[in-house]
């Protein structure tokens, strides 16, 4: 059994003389769920999202007065900074870890989720990812992974096939940030464009840290690339747009997930006008409980969702979900519930195939129109629209 830590309670009402209160608190425990984000840097306001929606999910779970194993359970949430940064990831991973955490919702990019999962899974801990959409987060074969929205491999291949299809582009372009996510998300774009016969007129790298992005787009200019496909995140693409636009050249910016938050568009102000970005999951207010979320989630924080709250929720949710079904709190003895489980969640149906990858994914493609990104079309999914 995983060591857990103990509600302080008991000692406080044992010295009240209440005896009903101090029997109560003996049969309490608070069970610690684990948050891991980049709560500081370039993407601190989507980790504060991914944790905001954790936060909301565990204040309704602890609403129902949950118990578990014939105990009464109260659940917390305990936030570490990875910073968006492998190395610090693992340190993070570690830390959970040692605070004998039942279970961790996070990392949120898979350049930090891949390295962290490995220390979850020696552990034999449950990591179920709000967003880490790079394949090869799932591909490493750990039975502790999940991840409950689409991966790349999906996204890359809808992405590409949208870009010929639907946006009628012939001189294609892609730059990528060199990072597990961005790469290989741009490796999978370009693949689908090959699959439909289509060649990219030029392939350019930036690194996760560049701000000036006006060498590789004189480059790709001097190719008349109709379409820029980034593999990256909102905090630079939103200058490579901006960059674009100054250099006038006649393109398009694209991309498939990281795009659609208000970060961007802050950021990119009236530039980022026509950017289009292939985002996984269903827009908020298509989702189930979508409307309901965004009116708790403002209600609470007094802010718009900025990007992957809903995801956060509901993989704190399914995490619980799972050790209620085997009335345990054990990693060992919920993990085989959340492996098999079949979960109806305020993003959509969670259920999870034999790598914890999410079965039938729901993509959506967003267009920003008048300063604000508008849904476009939705794709995959149980039906595509």
């Known amino acids: 059994m995983k060591t857990l830590k103990i509600s302080a309670l008991s000692a406080a009402l044992l010295l009240s003389g209440f005896a009903s209160s101090a029997s109560w608190a003996a049969q309490s425990e608070t069970v610690i769920i684990g948050l891991a984000g980049p709560l500081t840097g370039p993407s601190a306001r989507i980790g504060k999202d991914l944790e905001n929606g954790a936060q909301l999910a565990i204040d309704d ?5 949950p118990t578990i194993g ?3 359970v109260t659940f917390k949430l305990q936030s570490e900074d990875d910073q968006s940064d492998p190395r610090t990831a693992v340190a993070v991973a570690q830390r959970l870890v040692d605070s004998g955490v039942a279970g961790v919702v996070g990392h949120w990019n898979t350049g ?5 999962a490995r220390v ?34 999906d996204g890359g291949q809808f992405a590409g096939e949208y870009a010929v299809k639907t946006l009628k582009a012939k001189r294609i372009a892609v730059i990528d940030d060199r990072t597990a996510f961005g790469q290989g998300l741009a490796d999978e774009f370009i693949k689908s464009l090959e699959a439909q016969g289509v060649k990219i007129v030029d392939r350019q790298y930036v690194d996760d840290k560049t701000v000036d992005f006006s060498a590789v787009l004189t480059a790709i200019r001097s190719k008349n690339a109709d379409l ?11 200058p490579l747009a901006r960059r674009i636009k100054q250099l006038n050249m006649n393109a398009t910016l694209m991309g498939a997930g990281g795009f659609v938050s208000q970060t961007f568009l802050q950021l990119a102000q009236k530039e980022g006008e026509g950017v289009v970005a292939l985002e996984p999951g269903l827009p908020v207010d298509q989702m189930p409980g ?18 992957h709250a809903p995801f956060a929720y509901d993989a704190t949710r399914v995490l619980v979900a799972a050790m209620e079904k085997a009335d345990s709190v054990d990693p060992s003895e919920y993990l085989p519930a959340l492996r098999a489980i079949s979960y109806s969640g305020v993003t959509g149906q969670i259920a999870f195939d034999d ?26 999914g149980a039906k595509t629209k």
């Open 120 to 153: 979850y899974h020696d552990a034999g801990i449950a990591q179920v990812a709000p967003v880490a959409t790079g394949h090869a987060y799932t591909k490493q074969g750990f039975d502790t992974s999940f991840r409950v929205m689409g991966h790349d491999d």
């Open 228 to 238: 820029v496909f980034f593999g990256g995140v909102d905090s630079q693409a939103a």
């Open 70 to 72: 014939g105990k009464a």
């Open 290 to 307: 979508g409307k309901a979320f965004e009116q708790a989630y403002q209600s609470r924080y007094h802010t718009h969702i900025e990007l």
């Open 112 to 116: 930090t989720s891949i390295p962290a």
């Open 355 to 380: 790598q914890g990858n999410l079965k039938s994914p729901s993509f959506t493609v967003y267009k920003v129109v008048d300063g604000k990104w508008q849904p476009q079309t939705v794709l995959g």
């Open 61 to 65: 779970i602890n609403k129902q007065h």
